[in-house]
């Protein structure tokens, strides 16, 4: 029900479709007696799509939640085994057109580079159909071909491809792998998702190191760059209005204990090497972090 009822809402009230709708709402009441609060709310409406469109708005909106979970530090100890959220492919479109067709790519890419630095880490991929109409997903086995092709082991990589949402993501992941206390998973997905994404695994039990991929700003203390396109201004407003939407309903509703998972206090600081692939070897015998 809860999938059903997150489908339909953001069919019928995505940010700037709603936005957009509240303006033509505005602009025919308008014309009524009620003028002055319809106008109102057409100008204010309007002037956020401005915004959003011409300022690094959603850049402001979506750093807190990028900047939420740092980094593993480079030489943390091997994992266990390596999570990636779905959403990293077009399933369909890539079967269509026979080569990979990206939306978060950059799950699967840097899965891939995990796994070639940890050969002894298994790799779950989670993630089926997220369509209210259709229920076949192709988009694990796409995500497993490619891993294939980029030199991964078959034999390393599990799929998880009933999901439709990030909650069940978890709790599906949670009783494929049966994590132990003392194992270490990652779990890679898009920055600005990772906030949500940890407070459902931990939710299910699941201790999961965040790894976070497909940054949009910059980092703590640098400037948001001013990216003079409508187009992408608006996709990343919309992206972190339905994140922030998205942890709201998620604690709202009881699927995450905190409205803006952060964390833990035991959990490792940045190191400030980053992710080089360049330093000494880990103790796996692969290249370090």
Request: net charge neutral; hydrophobic share 45%; charged share 20%.
């Given at each position: ?129 997220g369509s209210l109409f259709t229920q076949a997903s192709t988009e694990a086995a796409e995500a497993k071909k490619l891993m294939v092709e980029l030199g991964v082991d078959p034999a390393r990589i599990a799929l998880e491809d ?128």
């Open positions: 029900m809860f999938f059903v009822a997150s489908k339909v809402y953001w069919i019928l009230a995505s940010p700037i479709l709603l936005l957009l709708v509240i303006a033509l709402a505005g602009a025919v009441v308008s014309l009524s007696r009620h003028s002055r609060a319809a106008k109102a709310a057409t100008i204010l409406s309007l002037l956020v799509v401005i915004a959003a469109a011409a300022t690094p708005l959603g850049l402001w909106l979506v750093r807190p939640l990028e900047d939420r979970f740092p980094p593993p530090p480079a030489r943390m100890p091997p994992p266990d085994g390596i999570i990636v959220l779905g959403g990293a492919l077009n399933g369909a479109t890539s079967t269509a057109r026979g080569e990979p067709v990206f939306d978060e790519g950059e799950r699967v890419v840097e899965t891939v580079l995990l796994a070639k630095r940890y050969p002894n880490a298994r790799i779950i991929f989670t993630g089926g159909s009933k999901s439709r949402n990030t909650e069940e993501n978890a709790i599906l992941t949670a009783a494929l792998i049966h994590p132990k206390p003392t194992e270490r998973w990652l779990l890679v997905t898009s920055a600005f998702h990772m906030p949500r994404s940890i407070g459902v695994f931990e939710k299910a039990g699941f201790d999961a190191i965040a790894y976070p991929v497909a940054y949009r700003t910059r980092g703590p203390g640098r400037d948001l760059p001013w990216d003079l396109g409508p187009a992408n201004n608006l996709r990343v407003f919309e992206t972190a209005m339905r994140e922030w939407i998205g942890l709201a309903a998620y604690w709202a509703t009881g699927r995450i204990d905190d409205l803006f998972p952060g964390p833990l206090e035991t959990e490792p600081a940045q190191a400030n090497e980053g992710r080089s692939l360049e330093n000494s070897d880990s103790s796996d015998g692969g290249p370090s972090r």
